[in-house]
C-alpha cells in the first residue's frame, strides 16, 4: 500500500487533515489485510489522537490523510462505569485504546440525545449534534477478534462521529441549520486556506 512512505516513517505523529481537505469528504476503502504497516499507522494514530493539542478520544484514518476503513478510540476514563453502562462500554472500555478495522453500525435507538461534538480536523469550532444514544457496533479488532455489541454513552456518540469519517461526513453536516450558520463563515475560511496549501503543493 506504500501507506508509510505517504505519511513519513521519522515522525511519531502525523499531520491532521483540516476541513477542505478533499480526503475527509471520500468514501474510505475496506481493509482487506492487516499488514505490519497497517498496525504501525494504527499505532502513529493512537499516538496521534493523544498527543494533539487538544487531546482526542477517536481518529479516523482519513483525518491522517489515509482513505482506509480504521479507527482508533479511546472514551475509558478514570471514573467507575455508570450502573446503567452499555454493554459495550462495559467490555471494550477497560480494553482501550482500540483500534476498529472496518467497523459499521448495523442497528441505532430511536433514542436521541444532543450533545456538543468537536472534531481535530476542524480547530477551535463545535456544535450540538442530534444522535441516536445506543448503536450497534460490528467490527473486528487489529489481533482479527470480531465484535457485535451495543454501544452506549460517550463510547456510542463517539463511534457515530468517528465512522461518519469513513463515509466522508463531518459533524457540521448534521448540525441544524441555524447553528451551522453560525459558523459558515469559518468553515469557508478553513475551505480557502486548504486550496492555498493544496496549490502551493503541500497537502
Ligand atoms: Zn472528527
Redesign the pocket.
Given at each position: 500500500m506504500g501507506l508509510l512512505s505517504r505519511l513519513g516513517r521519522d515522525s511519531r505523529l502525523l499531520r491532521i487533515a483540516i476541513y477542505g481537505e478533499p480526503v475527509l469528504r471520500e468514501k474510505a476503502a475496506p481493509i482487506t489485510e492487516v499488514t505490519e504497516e497497517l498496525r504501525e499507522l494504527a499505532e502513529k494514530m493512537t499516538t496521534t489522537m493523544y498527543e494533539n493539542e487538544t487531546k482526542?478520544i477517536?481518529?479516523?484514518a482519513p483525518?491522517v490523510g489515509v482513505s482506509l476503513r480504521l479507527v482508533v478510540i479511546d472514551t475509558s476514563s478514570d471514573e467507575p462505569p455508570s450502573p446503567n453502562a452499555s454493554p459495550g462500554e462495559l467490555l471494550l472500555e477497560p480494553r482501550m485504546p482500540l483500534v476498529l478495522v472496518n467497523p459499521e453500525i448495523t442497528g441505532v435507538s430511536a433514542e436521541t440525545s444532543v450533545y456538543h461534538?468537536?472534531?481535530?480536523?476542524?480547530p477551535e469550532l463545535s456544535g450540538d449534534v442530534v444522535r441516536p444514544v445506543v448503536v450497534r457496533l460490528k467490527t473486528q479488532l487489529l489481533d482479527g477478534e470480531a465484535v457485535e455489541i451495543e454501544c452506549g454513552g460517550l463510547l456510542g456518540r463517539c463511534l457515530q462521529?468517528?465512522l461518519?469519517?469513513l463515509d466522508g461526513i463531518?459533524?457540521v453536516d448534521r448540525m441544524d441549520e441555524e447553528d451551522r450558520a453560525e459558523i459558515a463563515e469559518d468553515l469557508r475560511i478553513l475551505e480557502r486556506q486548504a486550496k492555498k496549501r493544496l496549490s502551493k503543493g503541500r497537502r
Open positions: 482526542g477517536g481518529l479516523a483525518q461534538e468537536a472534531c481535530l480536523s476542524i462521529h468517528e461518519d469519517h463531518m459533524f
